[in-house]
């Protein structure tokens, strides 16, 4: 492996400098676009899961000029970054001096700021070594054309009652295979850099999101004979809707992490506990979206002469209810893997409650809604899970960990084999945090037999949605 001492030359790639590109909107079809991507691509086949070289040293600091090349010629599309993009190159460059060690795009991830440009349309070039969430572990090269979704109505949003600087989202137009994957976000933390700096933004591709979403329900409907009222059904036939849906979903969503009473930062610092925390955690912001979507829904629903604007912000207030429920029994509850799947328990959970409060109907195999009371019922789950956070403001981390199993096994059935569902012994209550972190299972709530089914039948539609983006209907 290359040492950090030792010195590479950049030489000028082989087809020779591509032409500049001064026009966002075709970057994705030009000649820089694809040199880059085609270098990023083939250096990847050199990184290891650092994001350091293995391989031949001249080889790789030939995909980087090529990178570099592509870079600067792009860069006339991307004025607003041009700061961002000059440090990227001047990364990559250091990079390939000091011998393709373990990367540090800590400068140009600085620079990058699309926090301060959400202007709806608006394009951006990202380029940086990264791991990608929900898709590769690795930290290689990944690059993007991205462009910003961010209407008119949302700003109103973000602007007023659900202040979010930090929120951006996104459309994804072209990218590497790094997000030929299940990943639909672009966060900093997965940079390779040397040290952590104060985050700025947090990126999500509603595209993706909204796609997968489409494909899924409209299948999983059909399996269960499901009746979609009518405007669930607008969004399974609308992508332009259907994004603009999530937005405003993601949003609140985001958001919600770090307000409320919370126990003591429950989610976003780093530290080890029972996936299922983690499960409660992220349905409580999605039952934040929910409940505040109702609230917003029901509000303009009694106004007179709403405007354009406020029309919207109903429209979009009543598809986030439904894309809340959706999403979150049809995808979350049997996407991915059974270790310490938090997503999908939190699907899991949502639909046992609101079954067992008889709003959810599984009879003679077709599933309904009583839909007039699915909503107080919705935010009756979200107000035990504010109450347990509430709650543990004075107990202990471990007492926390207890209460909230008992909340969770409350309604969806552990595993027979568990041993927190039989009582920790004494020697794990006494002892530290890591031994109840140790006795969860990794299927510490196996699908139910309504899931099970379901599972089978939607697998190769569940796949089917990796690298899935606007368009792929």
């Known amino acids: 492996m290359p040492t950090q001492t030792q010195n590479t030359t950049l030489t000028s790639p082989v087809i020779g400098e591509p032409e500049v590109v001064e026009d966002a909107s075709v970057a994705e079809s030009s000649a820089a676009w694809r040199q880059l991507k085609d270098a990023a691509i083939a250096l990847r086949a050199l990184q290891t899961k650092d994001g350091s070289v293995t391989g031949p040293v001249a080889e790789a600091a030939n995909h980087v000029a090529a990178i570099i090349a592509g870079i600067r010629a792009l860069a006339p599309s991307f004025p607003h970054d041009a700061a961002y993009l000059a440090a990227s190159v001047r990364d990559f460059e250091k990079w390939a001096v000091e011998g393709f060690g373990v990367p540090d795009f800590l400068d140009s991830l600085v620079a990058f700021q699309p926090q301060q440009h959400r202007v709806d349309g608006i394009r951006h070039l990202v380029v940086f070594p990264m791991y990608t969430q929900n ?161 917003i829904s029901r509000r303009l629903g009694i106004a007179d002469d709403l405007s354009p604007l406020e029309q919207q912000m109903r429209e979009h207030a009543e598809l986030v209810q439904y894309a809340v429920i959706f999403d979150r029994i049809f995808r979350f509850a049997i996407t991915g893997s059974r270790a310490r799947n938090y997503d999908g328990l939190g699907g899991q959970l949502l639909f046992a409650w609101l079954h067992q409060r008889g709003v959810l109907h599984w009879t003679d195999t077709a599933l309904s809604f009583d839909w007039d009371e699915v909503p107080d019922a919705v935010i009756a789950l979200g107000e035990a899970i504010d109450d347990l956070y509430w709650r543990s403001i004075d107990r202990p981390k471990t007492a926390h960990w207890l209460a909230a199993y008992d909340l969770v096994r409350g309604v969806v059935a552990p595993n027979p084999a568990s041993l927190w569902a039989r009582g920790l012994p004494d020697e794990i209550l006494a002892g530290a945090p890591k031994g109840y972190t140790d006795a969860v299972l990794d299927d510490e709530f196996p699908l139910s037999m309504f899931f099970e089914a379901l599972e089978k039948k939607m697998r190769e539609v569940i796949a089917s949605t990796a690298g899935i983006r606007a368009g792929d209907d």
Not at 176 to 189: K, M, Q
Not at 233 to 250: I, S
Request: aromatic share 12%; net charge negative; charged share 25%.
């Open 135 to 295: 898709g590769s572990p690795d930290r290689c090269v990944e690059a993007l054309i991205v462009e910003t979704i961010w209407p008119e109505f949302i700003a109103a949003l973000e602007t007023g009652d659900y202040g979010n600087r930090l929120f951006v989202s996104l459309r994804l137009i072209d990218f590497t295979p790094g997000y030929d994957t299940n990943s639909a976000v672009l966060f900093p933390e997965t940079v390779a850099m040397r040290e952590i700096p104060a985050f700025t933004w947090g990126a999500i591709f509603q595209d993706r999101e909204a796609a997968r979403y489409r494909r899924v329900v409209r299948a999983a409907s059909g399996i269960t004979k499901l009746d979609i009222p009518e405007p669930a059904a607008r969004l399974l036939d609308n992508q332009d809707l259907a994004e603009k849906t999530f937005v405003m979903w993601d949003l609140i969503h985001d958001r919600t992490h770090m307000r409320g009473d919370l126990p003591f930062d429950p989610f976003m610092i780093k530290q080890r506990m029972p996936y299922f925390l983690y499960s409660l955690e992220e349905l409580r912001c999605d039952l934040t979206a929910f409940r505040e979507s109702v609230a």
